[in-house]
């Protein structure tokens, strides 16, 4: 248990649905990361928060839409996603500095049938 | 951001300590070593990080080179449990659009034998 919870665990959508991520954390942290791990690859950064404003959007397609409404709560929408989408998506939290370990949650085992 | 660069897997025997290297030549006055690892199917779990000292803590230590362009994470004794890929990640502190960033690349796979 790392205070990072992640729901669903697992996720099967069609192509022209739409769905979300949600990933909670109770840690006082005031950032939040999403990350994307395609099967044997590097996790890849996709968005970050710090204090509720994104501040990094790594060329995600707007297929992929995040939201953080508050500094605990961070959601990743999808909508008409690819086949190629599919993979473990992370959320991950931590103090904004550098000195701070960040905790990651379980992830949502997406695929995109 | 300053690159990291490990060995693609390394192999030890349970109960041996082991030595996971991670080299990181361009790394800043500012930049923090993070140290995390992923066990199969789970998310990225912290292990240690440090600045410019030694650090231990219950589950690894982490040797820093005097000149900070290398560091090596101690597993005092490999358990199976310890099997997983290892992560060296710098994170900057200078400030700017890299602040804090945490980037991961291809990590260590270690595998342990009973």
């Known amino acids: 248990e790392t205070g990072v919870t992640q729901t669903p665990r697992h996720l099967v959508m069609g192509m022209t649905n739409k769905k979300s991520l949600k990933c909670e954390q109770h840690?006082?942290?005031?950032?939040m990361y999403w990350y994307k791990q395609s099967a044997k690859k590097p996790l890849e950064l996709m968005f970050v928060?710090?204090?509720?404003?994104?501040?990094e959007n790594n060329s995600v397609p707007s297929r992929f839409s995040p939201e953080c409404p508050n500094s605990s709560h961070l959601f990743l929408h999808l909508h008409t996603l690819q086949p190629e989408d599919s993979a473990l998506y992370l959320c991950?939290?931590?103090?904004?500095?550098?000195?701070?370990?960040?905790?990651f949650g379980q992830g949502t085992r997406l695929t995109v049938v | 951001d300053a690159k990291t660069t490990q060995p693609n897997s390394m192999e030890s025997n349970e109960e041996e300590p082991v030595h996971l290297p991670c080299n990181h030549s361009?790394?800043?006055?500012?930049?923090?070593i993070h140290w995390y690892r992923q066990l199969p199917s789970q998310g990225p779990e912290y292990v240690i990080h440090?600045?410019?000292s030694n650090v231990n803590n219950r589950m690894a230590s982490l040797a820093i080179a005097e000149d900070r362009k290398s560091s090596t994470l101690i597993l005092h004794r490999a358990t199976l449990r310890d099997a997983a890929v290892y992560y060296c990640?710098?994170?900057?502190?200078?400030?700017?659009?890299?602040?804090?960033?945490?980037?991961f690349g291809q990590g260590t796979i270690l595998t342990v034998h009973p």
């Open positions: 991950a939290s931590s103090q904004e500095g550098p000195w701070s370990p960040a905790f």
């Open positions: 990640i710098l994170r900057d502190g200078a400030g700017g659009t890299s602040y804090g960033k945490l980037t």
């Open positions: 840690l006082g942290h005031n950032a």
């Open positions: 440090g600045l410019t």
């Open positions: 928060y710090n204090f509720k404003e994104q501040t």
């Open positions: 361009t790394i800043s006055g500012t930049d923090y």
